[in-house]
């Protein structure tokens, strides 16, 4: 990678060293073109980190950990480059930590308040409408992508939730499945 005073140039200068831009730099180079790869980080990843356990020769991962069933791109592309995969573990009770206590439920919903989890149904709705304004395959031409790409989760959940605790479940949510903070603009 050119330091911050070298000059370089290339057909492609793809920005941000995770697994997205990794994969599309590859592909460029593949279709022929020349691609430079910045990176603000000391490491590439993204998203994806391994921390060692101390005292131990065990890792945990504390980034984005998790393949769901039908993300079969994703999995595809973990085989391709040799990235081990481990079955979920399923069985047995869920837990959340809810409003300072521990609370274990089964299936996908946990027990608290009915409000907020009619509010929490609502702002899921109304997701499911906005993405069904969106082609996945030019989501920039959505009649609305500038606004909504202008906005982070964090701001999206304060405009379209009447509960606290929907938001905090919904944050909740967003941190475990893309291991990203609301408020982080992407």
Known sequence: ???????????????????AGL????DLEAGGASVVVLEARDRVGGRLLNHPLP??????????????????????????????????HATGDNLVEWQGRLVRYRGPIPRISPAVLADVA?????????????DPRAPWQAAKAERWDAQTFATWLARNTVTRGAATLLEIAIEAVWAAEPAEEM
């Not at 504390?62 to 791109?73: E, F, L, N, Y």
């Open 122 to 134: 609502q702002a899921q709705a109304r997701l499911d409408r906005m993405a069904r304004q969106v």
């Open 1 to 19: 990678m050119a330091g911050p005073t070298q000059e370089h140039e290339a057909d492609v200068c793809v920005v941000g060293a995770g697994l």
């Open 23 to 26: 994969t599309a730099a590859r």
């Open 55 to 88: 005292g131990t020769d065990h890792v945990v991962e504390v980034g984005g950990q998790w393949i769901g069933p039908t993300q079969d791109r994703l999995a595809a592309l973990a085989a391709e480059l040799g990235v081990d995969t481990f079955p979920t």
